[in-house]
């Protein structure tokens, strides 16, 4: 079996495990990174497109790519729709700040080419993870993509293996505490080729659920609604989908553009937190270790989040910290984890219909939208947290 010895064992080659394996390289730190799937699969797999701008300047001043610059569209601010009107919230005006849209596969694609580049060891399309904590170093075993039996022996194991982490399971029994959250609806997603139908992002309440339009390029637009977890997306044809939509955003001079559609996805609402976010030499970063609702796109900013402190806890470790550094791991990140957990949740759940609500709970909902949209002090809530709580 082939043995690799390294000092941090990165499982999951998302933009977390990736940024993280990046930034420990520039500070001399080295790292292997596996993933169970393809290249091809995480670049192509359609994720959220918001990036907040810690994020950007994470990405910028690390030295991944300035593309999110050139390439990425600066947002500075977003339309909240409710009773037929947009309400804008202008996020430069109230807090100082924008956030970038550039989609999470362009985050990844960056990455992905800057560790190439600096010649760092990433193994895509492995199988068959397993970690194995008992003996005096962590091992990682699992099988190459070629199929040979690989043995990975690290000082260090990082999970940013996602929201059904393996490394997550490794933990022992009681070692962790977890806080979760169902939610009775999904989003329904998909990509269409069809120009802007506004400059900015659009979050719609209406008496017939959620909607979001979101952008790709001028040419492809991203959009979602809200629907049933149960929902398929093989039963909605182009039609379903853009009569569905009209009823929820047209109308007092606002038309959805339309064309053809591509992409087709329900995603699942879940709130999810684990702490402590180290065991032993275990520590978790990302989905792995806290979910979020997508309304907001926290998701992948909270893992950027949880990757740049990170960094810093390794460092230390690394320069002779010992265990005490490890230990400033979860309280550091923990307060940002429940902060986006919250306006996530919130934004969730101003926005969303839900079934079976009685009057009173829906003229209450339209009470939050009007304070929220009517206040500047209100308003600069929704925009402290949408940009990422950077002025604080
Ligand atoms: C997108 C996704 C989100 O969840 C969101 O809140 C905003 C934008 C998107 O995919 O563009």
């Known amino acids: 079996m082939k043995t690799t010895r390294t000092q941090v064992a990165i499982v999951g080659a998302g933009p977390a495990g990736l940024m993280l394996s990046h930034l420990l390289h520039r500070s001399g730190i080295e790292s292997v990174v596996l993933d169970i799937r393809t290249h091809e699969e995480i670049a192509t797999t359609i994720r959220a497109g918001i990036l907040e701008a810690g994020s950007v300047r994470l990405l910028v001043d690390s030295g991944v790519s300035d593309r999110v610059?050139?390439?990425g569209d600066r947002h500075d601010g977003v339309v909240l729709r409710f009773d037929g009107?947009?309400?804008r919230i202008d996020f430069q005006d109230l807090v100082g700040e924008s956030v970038w849209l550039y989609p999470q596969t362009e985050v990844f694609i960056d990455l992905a080419d800057r560790r190439k580049t600096d010649g760092g060891d990433v193994r895509y399309g492995i199988r068959g993870t397993a970690v194995d904590m008992s003996g005096?170093?962590?091992?990682?075993?699992f099988e190459e993509a070629d199929g040979g039996p690989a043995r990975l022996e690290a000082d260090l194991v990082v999970g940013a293996d996602g929201s059904r982490s393996i490394c997550r399971h490794a933990f022992p029994q009681g070692a962790r505490t977890e806080w979760f959250r169902e939610y009775p609806f999904a989003w329904f997603g998909f990509l269409t080729e069809a120009p802007q139908s506004h400059p900015e992002l659009i979050y719609a309440r209406s008496e017939h659920g959620f909607a979001l339009i979101s952008q790709r390029t001028p040419a492809m637009q991203r959009m979602y609604f809200q629907c049933?977890?149960?929902e398929r997306p093989e039963d909605w044809d182009d039609d379903r989908i853009w009569a569905e939509m009209r009823r929820r955003v047209n109308g007092n001079g606002f038309e959805l553009r339309e064309g053809p559609i591509s992409s087709k996805m329900v995603l699942p609402f879940r709130s999810f937190v684990t702490a402590p976010m180290r065991h032993d030499r275990i520590l978790l970063a990302g989905d792995a270790a806290h979910t979020v609702p997508p309304t907001g796109a926290k998701g992948l900013n909270l893992a950027l989040a949880d990757v740049r402190v990170l960094h810093e806890v390794l460092t230390e470790y690394f320069a002779g910290g010992g265990e005490r550094a490890l230990d400033h791991y979860t309280p550091r990140v923990l307060d940002r984890v429940w902060k986006a957990q919250h306006f996530s949740y919130w934004a969730t759940t101003m926005l969303h219909g839900i079934e079976g609500a009685s009057d009173f709970d829906i003229?209450?909902?339209?009470a939050e939208l009007a304070l929220v949209t009517g206040s500047r002090h209100?308003?600069?809530?929704?925009a402290e947290g949408y940009?990422?709580?950077?002025r604080r």
């Open 363 to 366: 003229e209450r909902q339209r």
């Open 69 to 71: 610059l050139t390439e």
């Open 228 to 230: 049933s977890p149960a």
């Open 136 to 141: 005096a170093r962590p091992v990682v075993t």
């Open 387 to 390: 940009t990422g709580w950077s």
């Open 85 to 87: 009107d947009n309400h």
């Open 378 to 382: 209100g308003a600069a809530f929704f």
